[in-house]
Structure formats: structure tokens, C-alpha cells
């Protein structure tokens, strides 16, 4: 449903479920979180894969390549973080309080692991800073009624949120030796946040599978979000909530409005 | 430098950049503190209610950085109706400034701040921004000035395609947004904040302002067998 002010688009059905608006839609792109400003992504396909794997110093070579044809724009964006500027030296806090534990903090966790009864595994884990599939996260997207939106559109989006956390679905059978081998591997829910890196955060585009809902797992993904944005000192968390999501956020601790703060919105006047 | 001219008192060397670089993050600090803000949504106030601590600049330079667009207009000469900076700070600043390796500015004294107005956008570049942090001289508001910096951003919000542009707005600032085109939102959503608070000052909860905020327990992995 796209109003004709707005290119946002997102919402409007009432499958709409555990969404902080706007619902995301089409492809999706990992994020860095802890890395800063100096790790790029480039993108490389493989078997018809859309992955990011993070390239460190070889920006130049693959990152121009890929977005040459998606953003110019972004250009500022990207010199402001490598270009001397001599009189605003950057340099990055030391975050002291997440160095001992920075590796767990960005591994994958386990949430749930069941036994089916034909013997394999499924496992439901959390990744604060996994790739996601593009594809997937369309599917995804689809499944919870949300309108189609550019898949460039929300690459790009990904690319730049501060962090994009997600829930996937892992099967995995054991072999005759012990091991376990991984034979499915399927996105069930993401949650992503734009930030300044030091004061705010908006989270956005918050779902999960319709099949995997009433379990706990939104609430994970947001409080896990919450928890990495408060522990890297960002202390103004916002979201813009749907009616029927706005009591599942309050439950995990936001208020409405708080002492008079409202959120504005532009309208175009043509 | 060009004049902003057209409705309002005609301010003669004014300039309106979106270099960050032309931001002096000293000057920020004031300017936003003399307008009651410290970057921080729930400041802690003094009793007179002013800020009890401006933000601080390291950390006001890195959201600058990490800021999609920067819009600052800048003044060539003394502010009319006076100054927003105390002269212990200017004094201070004036001493950063000569002790700074890189400072352009070679330690010459300037006796008067040049930053006017100042407004940032955050960003995902594509589909979402925010505004943050608008704040003009107290001495030269309700001139258009804020709305300059506004519009400014807004095109250059829309330069890259983003549409969806919101700003969390105060009482106090919603006429001035409301003016430049900001509404509810069409979609009807709620705005909300995290505000979850802790009694108890420990490795569970952190101070930002007046509010000390629970932080949700790490996620362990569970075993489930059945």
C-alpha cells in the first residue's frame, strides 16, 4: 500500500506482526556492529548467493565495484571515514567494558536445540552480526505480509544500519562418526538498528517467522539488540511501533512518548 | 560568503556548509548546551534548569562522523544580541586550539564563536533518517535560521533518496518542526523509547542522564533433550 507522499510503503496489513515500522522487504545486508568505520563489505555471489564478507583494507578494489552502480552518493560517507580531516582527528573510544567479552558477544547463540523424533537437530540461533541472504529475508518479508520494497533499496539499508541481528533455523542430522552435518539453514526472524554509533539508535524493521512467533524469540532479538546498543554507551533507543506491537514493546521496557517526546514525520508539500 | 537572504532579518556573512570538517566540535558543545541540550534524551539538570554538563566533544566528533548529513551556518563576526559561549570556555577553547598539532587555525585568536546553527541527519542511506540535535543561537532564533538548516537537510536527505525522515521532537521544538512540514506520523505508529530503569547501580544497569537503564542479560545458549 504506498501513499503517494511517502516511499515508505511498509505496514498497512494486518499480518503485520512484531514489526517496528518500517517492515523491511526484499533483500537483506549484513551489518557491521562493533567494527567501526574502517570494515567494508563487498558483496560476492556464489551458487546464486548473495553473501557480505567483510573486507578489511581491500575496500577499494571491491567496494566501488558493487556500488558504483547503487549509490554515488554515499561517497562522503564512505571518504569521511578514511580521508585525514586535521582538524577533527577521529579516533574510536576504546570500549573497555566489551573487550572481555567482544568474541562472545559477537558469536552465534544457540537459543533453543530439540531433538526431532526422525533424529535430527533443529537448532533456533541468534547471530548479532551474521550475513543474512537477501532472498531469504524477501521470503521472509512475504511471509509476514509486507509490501515488496527495492531489493537495492534495502541492501543498501542493511549496508548502512549499525546492526542487523537475525534468527535462523538450523537442521542438522549426525553422522555415523559423531559429528553433525548442517543440511538446512533458513532465516526465521531479524531485527535491525540505524545509529550515530555514540547517542542514538532507532530500531526498525523487527519480525519473525509466523510459524516461530509466541516462543520468545522477538523478545530476544530486540533485548539482545538493546543489550548491544546500552553496552557500546548508546543510550537513546527509539522505535516507531505498529498499534497492535505497541504492548509487546512496552513489555520489554519501552515507554510511548516518554515526558512529552513525540516523533515528527515530513510530508512532502507539492 | 553568500547572504541568507528572503524572509527574515538579512544576517550579512552567513554561510551554510555540509562539510563536517567546518563544524568545531567546541562551539557545537556550547551552542547545544546554551540551547539546552547534550546529545543525551533525559539530560541531568541543575537546579536553575540548565545542563549540569555539556556533551562531550570526543564523542560529539565521532557522531558527527557517523552522521549521514551535517548541516552547520556559520557567522563572520560578533553575534548580534551576544555571545552563546561563556569566556571561561572561549578561553578554553582558544587553548585547545593552540596546543592542537593539526589545527588550521595556527592558535590565531578569534574573539568570537562563528557557528550559528547547526542541525545533523542519521541515517541507513536508503530507506530511513532522523534528525538530531537542531540548535540555533539563542539571540537569533525565530529568524528562519533553524529552518534554513532544516530544509538544507532534507535536501540532501532527498538527494540520496531517503524519504521517510523523522525527528523525536520535545514540546518546546514540535511547532518549530510542525512549520517545516513535520506531522504525526500517516502510518499511525507510536514513537517509543527505551526507558526500562534499575534501582540498583551495578554490572546490570547504566547511567545516561537521568535515567539509569536496565541492560537486558546476555542470551545463553539452552539444551533442550528430549
Same mark, same amino acid.
Given at each position: 500500500m504506498m501513499t503517494s507522499a511517502t516511499s515508505r510503503a511498509y505496514l498497512g496489513t494486518s499480518c503485520l506482526i512484531w514489526s517496528s515500522r518500517p517492515p523491511c522487504q526484499g533483500a537483506c545486508f549484513i551489518q557491521s556492529s562493533k567494527r567501526g568505520i574502517n570494515s567494508f563489505y563487498q558483496v560476492s555471489g556464489?551458487?546464486?548467493?548473495?553473501?557480505?564478507? *567483510?573486507t578489511f583494507g581491500s575496500y577499494k578494489k571491491g567496494l566501488y565495484r558493487r556500488r558504483s552502480k547503487v549509490i554515488a552518493h554515499s561517497w562522503d560517507s564512505l571518504r569521511s571515514g578514511f580521508v585525514k580531516q586535521p582538524s577533527t582527528i577521529v579516533t574510536e573510544p576504546k570500549d573497555e567494558e566489551l573487550s572481555d567479552d567482544t568474541a562472545a558477544h559477537d558469536a552465534e547463540v544457540v537459543i533453543i536445540e530439540k531433538l526431532q523424533p526422525d533424529g535430527t537437530m533443529e537448532k533456533i540461533v541468534f547471530s548479532p552480526n551474521e550475513g543474512v541472504d537477501i532472498q531469504e529475508l524477501e521470503r521472509l518479508c512475504l511471509k509476514v505480509g509486507w509490501p515488496k520494497r527495492a531489493p537495492s533499496k534495502v541492501e543498501t539499508a542493511l549496508k548502512n544500519s549499525f546492526m542487523v541481528a537475525s534468527l535462523c533455523l538450523i537442521k542438522e542430522i549426525s553422522q555415523p562418526d559423531g559429528s553433525s552435518v548442517e543440511v538446512k539453514?533458513?532465516?526465521?526472524?531479524?531485527?535491525?538498528?540505524?545509529?550515530?554509533?555514540?547517542?542514538?539508535?532507532?530500531?526498525?524493521?523487527?519480525?519473525?517467522?509466523?510459524?516461530?512467533?509466541?516462543?520468545?524469540?522477538?523478545?530476544?532479538?530486540?533485548?539482545?539488540?538493546?543489550?548491544?546498543?546500552?553496552?557500546?554507551?548508546?543510550?537513546n533507543i527509539t522505535l516507531f511501533a505498529d498499534s497492535q506491537v505497541v504492548d509487546f514493546y512496552k513489555n520489554l521496557g519501552f515507554e510511548p512518548d516518554p515526558e512529552g517526546i513525540k516523533g515528527m514525520f515530513w510530508y512532502p508539500r507539492f | 560568503m553568500a547572504s541568507l537572504s528572503g524572509g527574515g532579518v538579512l544576517l550579512p556573512q552567513t554561510s551554510i556548509s555540509v562539510k563536517k570538517d567546518a563544524v568545531d566540535v567546541e562551539e557545537l558543545s556550547a551552542l547545544l548546551a546554551a540551547t539546552g541540550q547534550n546529545c543525551l534524551r533525559f539530560p541531568v539538570l541543575r537546579a536553575d534548569g540548565s545542563l549540569a554538563e555539556p556533551v562531550d566533544t570526543s564523542k560529539l566528533r565521532l557522531a558527527l562522523q557517523h552522521s549521514t548529513v551535517v548541516v552547520s551556518i556559520h557567522l563572520r563576526g560578533p553575534i548580534p544580541g551576544g555571545d552563546y559561549m561563556l569566556r571561561e570556555e572561549r578561553e578554553?577553547?582558544?587553548?585547545?586550539?593552540?596546543n592542537t598539532a593539526f589545527s588550521l587555525r595556527l592558535g590565531r585568536a578569534r574573539a568570537f564563536p562563528s557557528l550559528i546553527a547547526f542541525g545533523r541527519a542519521i541515517s541507513d542511506h536508503s530507506l530511513t533518517a532522523s534528525i538530531h540535535d537542531m540548535?540555533?543561537? *539563542?539571540s537569533l532564533q525565530r529568524q528562519g535560521i533553524g529552518r534554513r538548516v532544516l530544509e538544507r537537510l532534507l535536501r540532501e536527505l532527498g538527494r540520496r533518496g531517503i524519504s521517510d525522515i523523522s525527528a523525536l521532537t520535545t514540546t518546546e521544538q514540535r511547532p518549530f518542526f510542525a512549520a517545516c512540514g513535520f506531522?504525526?506520523?500517516?502510518?499511525?505508529?507510536?514513537?517509543?523509547?527505551?526507558?526500562?530503569?534499575?534501582?540498583?547501580?551495578?554490572?546490570?544497569s547504566m547511567e545516561f542522564g537521568r535515567k539509569r537503564l536496565l541492560v537486558p542479560v546476555a542470551l545463553k545458549s539452552v539444551h533442550v533433550h528430549n
Open positions: 556464489t551458487n546464486s548467493q548473495n553473501f557480505l564478507i *567483510p539453514r533458513e532465516l526465521i526472524g531479524m531485527a535491525r538498528a540505524t545509529s550515530d554509533h555514540v547517542f542514538n539508535a532507532t530500531i526498525w524493521d523487527v519480525l519473525v517467522d509466523p510459524l516461530y512467533q509466541g516462543q520468545g524469540l522477538g523478545k530476544a532479538l530486540v533485548e539482545q539488540m538493546i543489550r548491544a546498543l546500552l553496552r557500546r554507551n548508546i543510550g | 578554553q577553547q582558544e587553548e585547545t586550539r593552540k540548535a540555533v543561537a *539563542p506531522g504525526d506520523d500517516e502510518l499511525n505508529s507510536t514513537t517509543m523509547l527505551y526507558t526500562r530503569g534499575s534501582l540498583s547501580a551495578d554490572n546490570n
